[in-house]
């Protein structure tokens, strides 16, 4: 059975069965492995992209329920230039970086909601885990990109 | 009907549906025209390629290793790049790459080794001579006057320029009269100066960077793994028919233990018996989530073995500490501590400790791809530890060493987790069965979780004599545990001199779950235990926690220890006023000291908290000093203080794993929770316990010692209630 969804704004027919989580189809059938399995229950966020702009779990979306177009890191941008990944890099705040991709994508979508967003606002959406312990360089990325955003 | 008999139809199906045939680009398993040595080449185009053989588990080591040889090469940083030396290559050639170190550091662990520094550090600077002195010969001027600086070779004289990359293929064949001696440290102008962002990091943040789970291969086939789930136990029925009509399965491949493998042909830096498989099914399938399901689905019996007489933890926990109350076998004794607990006078103080099976909980959950030919095995694989990999890919599938080749994979998180290689051992049994197909082996995160190689549950009765002046005379420490490693405890500074008598003993019960080295192995439990005794007595003694520390190290050669301590309290505000339920508690410790002063990474923090009346506690604040000798990369030092802060953190405010008729109970975040965002004290890392002394030990593993310690002894403080064990979140915190 074939599904069409747009993903990364190109539309795409998936030939997988419709309860397969969305993680699996863009990591397994669709070749996108920037979006990470972390837990497959919704807790960890390293599988975070966007449906219709809006950072979901990818892994909780079965793929019948993929109504609204979907991005992912690899649309994050297409060369590494938007602020968050260029404060992600001039502050080194990957250490493994396998939970990095998530907190991108959730990060980028509350600066959309909240372009200049304060400590709490980003407690409050940032609920992914990093394993390392990056908390305090994620937090000081996504003010850098803030304040880059508004300069 | 044993079905296990049917594991010959699945493998001949798969035979059938195979015949594929991959070009795998191994390209640098043999020297390469442009190598100036194994470590390194440079290209016409001035790409400067440095073969890192540690694996990046996300401590730096690649950019690290690359900074190093940028010291002495004199290249333009933008014109660097690494990959992981290959261990084919280092079998083949006698240990090219691993006699640059000693066996745990040699395609494992850290980048900052001694003899890795100077390896490195020498290739640059002969490369560099080579290059000049093949501008020389071009130019037909003295080699002396050939300056070399940010990938460009001048000729002082003639104001003439060459770039590297125009010459290097003429340098590559320059064999020097002398290598060149290195620069002394104090001329150093990128180590312990630059901070560049790491070589990796726009590869991340793109999501490009490929780890173990994100390895694509034509023609590849994912599993989904189960072992059995009491550790130890055996497969005793599977019905693998049962789920053969279910969307894309392949096959179910069914690992034996007890099957022949092949020889140990390869050196290993550990026992290849800590990677022994364990009994298991696998199914086979064309996407992961058919994997997963048709698993799910798969009718499975097991046999528990011994394990199962582990009912409870209560029961595990019980048996641990019953067993700290008797004599067992020494490990240490100094002085005579038995005939100073049997002298009168001065007084005793006795507590006993536990903390609990912990799992690693890697992000990237365990994985891993393997392609198992008649003749050839390559593996692709998020590695802690490449040879290791690679003896046990030599051992499982039983081909020549010449035909394996292991291919590093970035690591999504190690902390001590993928170093024995339980991992690929799995993924190579399976693979094995799948011949001529690369198979994708997936760990589920409950599998993951539930089939560790866990920080080892230990116990332990300590108890001390102090003199009339409080001061402790003799020490004793009793513990108990299975796989427990004994660093931090035997070779603590209080058990190499501080203290005239100590005895340790330890004792060893029946426990099936299988250990490994979690973050500081053995450290990361000894320091929570000593450092909480040392503040008992200190307490005992009516003496405020940092003097009582400061005056057990009066006479210790290391005065680092003082100073990491000083800085911390006096960073902290230590001995400032607090209101009840609200305390500052210190504690001290270090990492890989071996029993020696100026040696290891000392750490000191002193964590500040608050306790409600119902027992809720908050940590406020973490200040931590720490003392590695000196340091290379400012803000890695940083990442990897905050970062084992973090994880220190979280393993003792909140980690544990149940046992319930030999099983795990925790299987994922709901149920073995992680620190986040919100949850985050602030955490201060400071400089001012660095000694100078020349050694640049490790800094990921010393946070773990003295964070938990440091909250357990500032609870003390807050509320008057000593807390023995971990995590903090299942203790009875409440006051009145």
Not at chain 2, 96 to 106: C, E, N, P, Q, S
Request: proline share 6%.
């Amino acid at each position: 059975m074939s599904k069409a969804i747009t993903v990364n704004g190109r539309a795409l027919a998936v030939d997988a069965d419709s309860e397969t989580p969305l993680l699996w189809v863009l990591r397994d059938h669709l070749g996108l492995t920037g979006t990470k399995y972390g837990c497959g229950i919704g807790q960890c966020g390293a599988c975070t992209v966007h449906l219709d702009g809006a950072p979901v779990r990818s892994c909780q979306i079965p793929l019948g329920a993929v109504d609204a177009p979907v991005t992912t890191i690899e649309a994050l941008s297409f060369d590494g230039s938007h602020p968050l990944q260029l404060a992600w890099v001039s502050l080194n705040v990957p250490q493994c970086g396998y939970c990095q991709t998530g907190f991108l994508m959730a990060a980028d979508a509350l600066l959309k909601a909240i372009p200049n967003p304060s400590d709490a606002d980003i407690d409050a959406a940032l609920t992914n885990i990093c394993r390392c312990g990056t908390y305090d360089r994620i937090r000081a990325g996504v003010h850098r990109a803030a304040a880059g955003r508004e300069a | 009907m044993n079905r296990l008999n049917r594991r010959t139809f699945v493998v001949s199906a798969l035979a059938a549906g195979g015949g594929l045939t991959l070009s795998i680009s191994d390209a640098h398993a043999t020297r390469t025209a442009d190598e100036f040595t194994p470590w390194l080449t440079i290209g016409s185009d001035d790409t400067v390629t440095v073969r890192v053989a540690t694996p990046e588990i996300g401590n730096g080591a690649m950019t690290q290793c690359a900074m190093t040889v940028a010291e002495e090469l004199g290249c333009a940083w933008s014109h660097i790049r690494t990959e992981f030396a290959p261990v084919n290559r280092n079998y083949m050639e006698g240990d090219t790459f691993g006699k640059a170190d000693d066996y745990l550091v040699y395609f494992g662990g850290r980048s900052t080794g001694a003899l890795r520094m100077e390896t490195l550090l020498q290739a640059g600077a002969s490369a560099r001579e080579r290059l000049k002195a093949a501008a020389a010969a071009r130019w037909k001027v003295p080699v002396g006057e050939i300056e070399a600086d940010e990938s460009v070779l001048t000729h002082r004289v003639s104001g003439r320029t060459l770039r590297y990359g125009e010459v290097a293929a003429l340098a590559a064949n320059v064999t020097l009269a002398h290598e060149p001696a290195l620069k002394p440290q104090a001329q150093w102008t990128l180590l312990g100066k630059a901070a560049p962002s790491k070589l990796n990091n726009a590869d991340i943040v793109m999501g490009k960077a490929q780890y173990g789970m994100d390895v694509r291969l034509p023609g590849m086939l994912y599993a989904a793994l189960m072992q059995a789930p009491v550790q130890g136990g055996r497969l005793q029925w599977v019905d693998a028919e049962a789920v053969r009509g279910m969307p894309g399965v392949h096959s179910v491949v069914v690992v034996d233990p007890t099957e022949p493998r092949g020889p140990r042909q390869a050196k290993a830096p550990f026992t290849l018996d800590y990677s022994a498989p364990q009994s298991a099914v696998a199914v086979v399938a064309d996407h992961y989530w058919q994997a997963r399901k048709a698993l799910e689905a798969l009718p499975v019996v097991w046999e528990a073995g011994d394990g199962a007489q582990w009912k409870t933890t209560d029961q595990l926990k019980t048996a641990a500490l019953e067993a700290c109350e008797q004599p067992s076998k020494v490990e240490k004794s100094v002085g005579d501590a038995e005939a100073a607990f049997a002298t009168p006078g001065g007084r005793t103080v006795e507590a006993a400790y536990l903390t609990p099976y912990c799992d690693h909980a890697t992000m990237e959950p365990l994985n891993g791809t393997a392609l198992v030919a008649k003749d050839r095995v390559d593996v692709w694989h998020p590695a802690q530890q490449t040879q290791m990999t690679f003896a046990i890919a030599v051992e499982e599938t039983g081909v020549p060493p010449q035909n394996v080749h292991i291919h590093q994979t970035f690591v999504g998180g190690g902390f001590g987790r993928r170093v024995f290689g339980d991992d690929v051992r799995m993924v190579l049994a399976v693979a094995r069965k799948v011949p001529g197909r690369p198979v994708h082996v997936i760990w589920s995160r409950e599998e993951s979780m539930r089939q560790g190689r866990y920080r080892p549950l230990q116990a332990v009765k300590l108890t001390a004599r102090l003199a009339d002046d409080g001061m402790p005379v003799a020490l004793r420490a009793r513990y108990s545990g299975r796989g427990l490693f004994p660093m931090g405890m035997s070779d603590t500074a209080l058990m190499s001199g501080l203290i005239p008598n100590v005895r340790i003993e330890s004792a060893t019960l029946p426990l099936h779950i299988l250990t490994g080295p979690y973050r500081g192995p053995g450290y990361n439990s000894h320091a929570f235990f000593l450092e909480s005794f040392i503040d008992e007595c200190a307490a005992a003694a009516g003496a405020d926690p940092l003097d009582y520390r400061l005056r057990l190290l009066a006479k210790w050669p290391d005065p680092a220890w003082a100073k990491c301590l000083q800085t911390v309290a006096k960073e902290s505000g230590w001995g400032e006023r607090t209101p009840r339920g609200e305390g500052r508690g210190i504690a001290i410790s270090n990492w890989s000291m071996g029993g020696k002063p100026r040696a290891g990474t000392t750490c000191a923090a002193v964590a500040r908290v608050a306790v409600t009346p119902q027992g809720e506690l908050s940590v406020k604040q973490i200040d931590v000093a720490f003392d590695c000798g000196r340091i290379v990369n400012r803000d890695a030092v940083l990442a990897q203080l905050e970062g084992g802060s973090v994880f220190g953190l979280n393993m003792s405010l909140n980690e544990a794993l149940n046992i319930e008729n030999g099983r795990i109970v925790e299987g994922n975040f709901h149920e073995y929770p992680m620190l986040r965002m919100a949850d985050m004290p602030k955490i201060r890392c400071h400089f001012g316990g660095l000694s100078g002394h020349d050694r640049f030990t490790e800094l990921g593993e010393p946070p773990v010692g003295p964070v938990g310690p440091a909250i357990a002894n500032a609870i003390f403080a807050a509320t008057g209630k000593r807390i023995r064990q971990t995590p903090f979140r299942n203790q009875d915190l409440a006051w009145s």
